[in-house]
């Protein structure tokens, strides 16, 4: 706990204005005049300010000051790669595998008892994932991945908080998935790892960013499983897959590119806060919606899409998600149906703190304790 606060002091006052330094210790920097006069991680701080403190009235200090302060890891068990010891060493260094403890070792649960349900959940989670992390209100870091004896490295450094849209997707084995904005990839590597694709669509627009997500796959996936037949890597405009490829997956991933909070606050290359970027922001939501039914065309009648982003907007999260609903009804006359998710924040609730009021899907708030996320995700069924 101690730890905690004083890496988190350490972060905000990393982050106090100038002016509270004293003068002998000021220097100039050398780049100083090539230093935009707004950063785009202050415009982002500003935006975040106006809009969250609505959004999420009194709990949006302690969101606040955890999303300026360092995040937490987990890392994802690489299963192609690992035998048991990678887990037992990670055992070692008193993380814990979140999955497993809470969806599947689970005491049996008496038929019909009312705490039925959560036995019944391990079987609508994606199996197989294996992935740890350090508990609430502690701040180790994970030590980086090494490559193990078959040339694959051994885990995958992710915010934990990722993992939930995968889990949420409730992979089935021999289900056809599509990655609809698949780079740099820690989701599609979480998709392979549960076993269950028969064949997995991974595509991205950009092309650059596809180049990451290959070499994420060749360090982390053997040969015969990247095989063409059963992994394809595209990049394409996602929101034409409706056309290309409609009624095809069981299963769609739709991880759309939103403000991603969290890093618009820390940097500033890339950053959707630059000014040059106000109009690209604000049409975010309108991309969203588009990739969504997209994603929706392109799954098969009674299939299933999740739809994620890492930032707290409602705009960019239950909006979209309605706002996706009444168009694929207006424009092709298809119903979904969203799925109850609640039963997630019960058993993650020891991982994760979530926003207790979504009107649809779920969001992981940052928490010191618990610092991950944003992410919110939330599961739909395409019914007709
Ligand atoms: C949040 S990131 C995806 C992260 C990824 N799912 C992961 O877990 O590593 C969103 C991605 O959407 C991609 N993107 C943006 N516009 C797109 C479009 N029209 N079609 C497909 N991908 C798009 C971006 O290049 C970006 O890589």
């Not at 905690?4 to 220097?27: C, E, I, S, Y």
């Not at 015969?224 to 890597?233: A, F, I, L, S």
């Not at 168009?327 to 609640?342: A, C, G």
Request: with cysteine; glycine share 6%.
């Amino acid at each position: 706990m101690a730890a905690l606060l004083v890496r988190g002091v350490r972060d905000m006052l990393k982050r106090a204005d100038f002016a509270t330094v004293p003068r002998r210790q000021r220097h100039k920097k050398k780049w100083a005049s090539t230093e935009p006069k707004f950063p785009a991680t202050r415009l982002a701080l500003q935006n975040f300010d106006m809009t969250y403190s609505v959004q999420f009235g009194d709990l949006w200090p302690s969101i606040r000051v955890s999303l300026l302060s360092e995040q937490k890891y987990g890392a994802l068990v690489n299963n192609f790669a690992a035998g048991d010891h990678v887990s037992a060493e990670l055992e070692q260094l008193k993380a814990r595998d979140f999955v497993n403890e809470t969806v599947f070792h689970r005491e049996p649960e008496p038929e019909n008892s009312q705490t039925a349900a959560p036995s019944h959940v391990s079987w609508a989670c994606s199996p197989n994932l294996r992935c740890f992390t350090f508990t609430r209100g502690d701040v180790s870091r994970f030590p980086p991945a090494r490559l193990g004896s078959l040339g694959l490295m051994d885990y995958y450094l992710m915010d934990a908080a990722s993992l939930l849209p995968v889990l949420a997707l409730g992979l089935q084995p021999g289900d056809t998935v599509l990655d609809l904005c698949a780079a740099p990839g820690g989701k599609t590597l979480a998709l392979l790892q549960t076993g269950c694709c028969r064949n997995l669509a991974a595509n991205d627009l950009s092309t650059s960013r596809t180049s990451r997500l290959q070499r994420v796959l060749h360090s982390y996936v053997p040969q015969d499983v990247r095989d063409k037949n059963r992994v394809r890597v595209t990049s394409w405009d996602g929101r034409k897959w409706g056309e290309l490829e409609g009624d095809t997956y069981d299963r769609v991933l739709v991880d759309v590119p939103c403000t991603t909070d969290r890093h618009s606050l820390h940097e500033e290359e890339n950053n959707i806060f630059q000014r040059s970027r106000k109009k690209e922001r604000q049409m975010l939501p309108m991309l969203q919606v588009q990739l969504l039914a997209a994603g929706l065309l392109a799954t098969k009648p009674g299939g299933h899409v999740v739809y994620s982003t890492c930032s707290l907007s409602h705009l960019q999260n239950e909006y979209v998600v309605q706002g996706a609903i009444e168009l694929l009804d207006n424009q092709y006359s298809i119903k979904v149906h969203v799925e109850d998710l609640t039963h997630f924040r019960k058993l993650f609730m020891n991982t994760f703190s979530f926003f207790p009021s979504c009107q649809v899907g779920e969001l992981v708030i940052p928490n010191l304790m618990a610092n991950f996320g944003p992410m919110y995700f939330c599961k739909m069924c395409r019914m007709t």
